[in-house]
């Protein structure tokens, strides 16, 4: 008897191999944390699974056996390495993922410390399933049923099922999918639909504007306008520094000298700066800082922003006729930056294709080789001009040679807190070099040298990470101190020293920096606030914790995984004590309409330019 004689018989395989798949996403699940509702998760995930196999059974009429097992193996492999990637960035691989693939070999040492042997058992069964498949397969069948409507009517009711359960997750989850609401399959698929779709952002423009109108404003006469102007200005965005360790010691040895010294004297110090990336980690950081908002929910902004015409600091500043530099010590094309700078208004990218890859660690050229060979380029600059660099040896893992380390560590040595704070230490070295450098070639004094963290480089959601960094700090390690990184700005002779402790973001730079240099923003193309003329903090966090989070000058307030209101926390930042979460609910609200409105802003206000690589263009379109 032929195998499509046997009635039902490819309904059993599919029955057998959704089974085992429903098992592996029980455990997947689990693995991720899913907490609300995981069974439920885990069913329309399969569900899903299910349609696939079946379209498949439908539309194939021979080698069934063979698409069967190659879907199996695909949505096992899945959940191999999305639990990879989850390990190390707490979500699932994203659909964006593919435009940085090219990337991948300078990235290979990062994955490697990732894999674990644990997460091999998703294969566990493929001896077994092997087998039988090997023994039973029957590659010249044929199916020679007729295709039926009814058959196909089985699969819409699978996607009914699928669709109006994830409705009632939407509905719970204030609006919002999240990998951990939707379950893996689910949330890849929406993934890519989010990806190529293109959803257009309308509907709640003014609700937004309204929320975002009760913001308390700024100084009417603005303090410090104009300290910078006509300076040379030096930015140093520095890879995964962290707030924590200025003015700290690590087994009786400072780990930032040169940084505690700078905020000892003329230096305006933002203690309560934070990190406000998305997909594009590093990358997102230049874009939020330069542009005053926020990076995108869908995809790295340099890609999903590549072509706009932007209004940035850097092409404020080149009305102002600065030179504008940009020095990276890796290729040019990571995280699309050679296309998007540009639209940015850099007039130099300076990176391993100009620069001499001397010296290694890790993903690219040392910081203080990068440092040395720009002061070449920095020397015949017309001025002034706006420099900006991107470090690099402080990216995880943290691995240097002994000849690089600086610190002596017993306690911590071969810790990753260790690793990681001698790459800072060997970055905190790396800007006296340049501080030097600078001295000697008559440039210190009239140079302002700002510095900020891009993100930070120990995630408290990993345990072993938790643990050494609560112990190192006394206090538990929450997202109040891991999104917490540096902001400083250094002026020469200025005898400017303070501390400012109103709660700002990445996104607040720009407006920050331009009063500074004596320069007005166009309030409406830009939704970042000027630190030093402001008593109202506000930092949106977006995309590493979800959408809503929020810090402000008393609490954070961070969403739960699954998107609920209710199952969010939140809690005093000085004194930790936890906070009634209906006391959020303003921030929360506030924090989504500013992400959404920067969007809009983003899409709808700035153009797509019609030649890309025509350079920088000063023209904008009037918002609406
Ligand atoms: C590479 C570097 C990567 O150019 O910017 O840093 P990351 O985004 O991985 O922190
Ligand atoms: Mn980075």
Same mark, same amino acid.
Not at 443 to 462: C, F, K, M, P, Q
């Given at each position: 008897?032929?195998?499509?004689?046997?009635?039902?018989?490819?309904?059993?395989?599919?029955?057998?191999?959704?089974?085992?798949?429903?098992?592996?996403?029980?455990?997947?699940?689990?693995?991720?944390?899913?907490?609300?509702?995981?069974?439920?998760?885990s069913?329309?995930?399969?569900?899903?699974?299910?349609?696939?196999?079946?379209?498949?059974?439908?539309? !194939?009429?021979?080698?069934?056996?063979?698409i069967f097992m190659?879907?199996?193996?695909?949505?096992?492999?899945?959940?191999?390495? %999305?639990?990879?990637? $989850?390990?190390?960035?707490?979500?699932?691989?994203?659909?964006?993922?593919? $435009?940085?693939?090219?990337?991948?070999?300078a990235?290979?040492?990062?994955?490697?410390?990732?894999?674990?042997?644990?997460?091999?058992?998703?294969?566990?069964?493929?001896?077994?399933?092997?087998?039988?498949?090997?023994?039973?397969?029957?590659?010249?069948?044929?199916?020679?049923?007729?295709?039926?409507?009814?058959?196909?009517?089985?699969?819409?009711?699978?996607?009914?099922?699928?669709?109006?359960?994830?409705?009632?997750?939407?509905?719970?989850?204030?609006?919002?999918y999240?990998?951990?609401?939707?379950?893996?399959?689910?949330?890849?698929?929406?993934?890519?639909?989010?990806?190529?779709?293109?959803?257009?952002?309308?509907?709640?423009?003014?609700?937004?504007?309204?929320?975002?109108?009760?913001?308390?404003?700024?100084?009417?006469?603005?303090?410090?306008?104009?300290?910078?102007?006509?300076?040379?200005?030096?930015?140093?965005?520095a890879?995964?520094?962290?707030?924590?360790?200025?003015?700290?010691?690590?087994?009786?040895?400072?780990i930032?000298?040169?940084?505690?010294?700078l905020?000892?004297k003329?230096?305006?110090?933002?203690?309560?700066?934070?990190?406000?990336?998305?997909?594009?980690?590093t990358?997102?950081?230049? !874009?939020?800082?330069?542009?005053?908002?926020?990076?995108?929910?869908?995809?790295?902004?340099?890609?999903?922003?590549?072509?706009?015409?932007?209004?940035?600091l850097?092409?404020?500043?080149?009305?102002?006729?600065?030179?504008?530099?940009?020095?990276?010590?890796?290729?040019? %094309?990571?995280?699309?930056?050679k296309?998007?700078?540009?639209?940015?208004?850099?007039?130099? !990218?300076?990176?391993?294709?100009?620069?001499?890859?001397?010296?290694?660690?890790?993903?690219?050229?040392?910081?203080?080789?990068?440092?040395?060979?720009?002061?070449?380029?920095?020397?015949?600059?017309?001025?002034?001009?706006?420099?900006?660099?991107?470090?690099?040896?402080?990216?995880?893992?943290?691995?240097?040679?002994?000849?690089?380390?600086?610190?002596?560590?017993?306690?911590?040595?071969?810790?990753?807190?260790?690793?990681?704070?001698?790459?800072?230490?060997?970055?905190?070295?790396?800007?006296?070099?340049?501080i030097?450098?600078?001295?000697?070639?008559?440039?210190?004094?009239?140079?302002?040298?700002i510095?900020?963290g891009?993100?930070?480089?120990?995630?408290?959601?990993?345990?072993?990470?938790?643990?050494?960094?609560?112990?190192?700090?006394?206090?538990?390690?929450?997202e109040?101190?891991?999104?917490?990184?540096?902001?400083?700005?250094?002026?020469?002779?200025?005898?400017?020293?303070?501390?400012?402790?109103?709660?700002?973001?990445?996104?607040?730079?720009?407006?920050?920096?331009?009063?500074?240099?004596?320069?007005?923003?166009?309030?409406?193309?830009?939704?970042?606030?000027?630190?030093?003329?402001?008593?109202?903090?506000?930092?949106?966090?977006?995309?590493?914790?979800?959408?809503?989070?929020?810090?402000n000058?008393?609490?954070? !307030?961070?969403?739960?995984?699954?998107?609920?209101?209710?199952?969010?926390?939140?809690?005093?930042?000085?004194?930790?004590?936890?906070?009634?979460l209906?006391?959020?609910?303003?921030?929360?609200?506030?924090?989504?309409?500013?992400?959404?409105?920067?969007?809009?802003?983003?899409?709808?206000?700035?153009?797509?330019?019609?030649?890309?690589?025509?350079g920088?263009?000063m023209?904008?379109?009037?918002?609406?």
């Amino acid at each position: 008897m032929s195998l499509y004689e046997a009635k039902g018989s490819n309904k059993v395989k599919i029955a057998i191999y959704n089974l085992l798949i429903f098992i592996k996403l029980l455990v997947f699940h689990h693995f991720i944390d899913i907490q609300y509702r995981s069974i439920l998760v885990s069913l329309l995930n399969v569900i899903t699974s299910i349609s696939i196999f079946s379209i498949a059974n439908y539309l !194939f009429r021979r080698r069934k056996d063979e698409i069967f097992m190659g879907l199996y193996m695909a949505l096992t492999a899945l959940l191999f390495f %999305d639990s990879l990637y $989850y390990s190390h960035f707490f979500t699932l691989i994203p659909i964006n993922a593919i $435009y940085q693939v090219g990337h991948l070999g300078a990235v290979s040492g990062s994955v490697k410390t990732l894999l674990k042997p644990v997460y091999f058992l998703y294969f566990a069964d493929w001896p077994i399933v092997l087998y039988l498949y090997f023994k039973n397969r029957k590659t010249a069948a044929v199916d020679t049923r007729r295709r039926s409507p009814r058959q196909l009517s089985w699969v819409l009711l699978l996607f009914l099922c699928i669709f109006f359960g994830n409705q009632q997750v939407k509905i719970a989850a204030g609006g919002f999918y999240t990998p951990f609401n939707l379950g893996t399959y689910n949330y890849h698929i929406y993934d890519v639909y989010r990806l190529f779709g293109k959803t257009p952002l309308v509907d709640n423009v003014d609700a937004w504007m309204e929320i975002l109108e009760n913001e308390t404003p700024e100084n009417p006469i603005k303090r410090y306008h104009g300290l910078l102007e006509g300076k040379n200005i030096i930015v140093i965005q520095a890879e995964s520094l962290q707030g924590f360790v200025l003015n700290r010691e690590v087994e009786g040895q400072a780990i930032t000298p040169v940084l505690n010294q700078l905020i000892s004297k003329d230096t305006l110090y933002f203690s309560r700066y934070y990190e406000q990336v998305g997909w594009g980690n590093t990358s997102d950081a230049e !874009f939020v800082t330069h542009n005053g908002l926020h990076a995108s929910t869908i995809n790295f902004s340099y890609k999903q922003y590549e072509g706009k015409q932007l209004f940035s600091l850097p092409m404020l500043l080149k009305q102002e006729d600065y030179e504008t530099i940009v020095f990276h010590g890796n290729e040019p %094309d990571f995280w699309n930056r050679k296309s998007m700078y540009p639209t940015i208004g850099f007039d130099q !990218f300076i990176s391993s294709e100009e620069l001499n890859m001397e010296e290694i660690i890790g993903l690219g050229l040392s910081d203080k080789s990068l440092f040395q060979q720009s002061m070449a380029y920095l020397k015949q600059l017309p001025k002034p001009f706006y420099s900006f660099y991107i470090t690099v040896t402080s990216h995880y893992p943290y691995v240097m040679a002994e000849e690089q380390k600086g610190l002596s560590l017993e306690k911590y040595e071969d810790t990753l807190l260790g690793d990681y704070l001698q790459t800072v230490n060997y970055l905190d070295a790396a800007i006296g070099e340049l501080i030097e450098a600078l001295k000697r070639e008559g440039l210190y004094e009239n140079t302002a040298i700002i510095l900020y963290g891009d993100h930070h480089g120990l995630d408290a959601r990993n345990e072993e990470i938790n643990a050494e960094v609560t112990e190192f700090l006394g206090k538990p390690y929450q997202e109040d101190e891991m999104y917490r990184v540096p902001m400083m700005i250094h002026i020469p002779q200025s005898n400017l020293k303070r501390e400012i402790k109103t709660v700002g973001g990445q996104i607040d730079f720009y407006p920050t920096i331009a009063n500074l240099i004596g320069l007005e923003t166009k309030d409406e193309n830009v939704l970042g606030k000027d630190l030093l003329n402001t008593k109202e903090g506000f930092a949106v966090q977006q995309v590493h914790t979800g959408k809503g989070s929020f810090i402000n000058n008393e609490m954070m !307030f961070i969403i739960s995984k699954d998107g609920i209101f209710e199952n969010s926390k939140a809690w005093h930042i000085h004194t930790g004590e936890p906070v009634e979460l209906e006391e959020a609910r303003e921030g929360y609200e506030r924090a989504i309409a500013e992400i959404f409105l920067s969007e809009y802003i983003i899409e709808n206000v700035f153009q797509v330019s019609e030649e890309e690589d025509s350079g920088v263009s000063m023209e904008l379109q009037d918002g609406e």
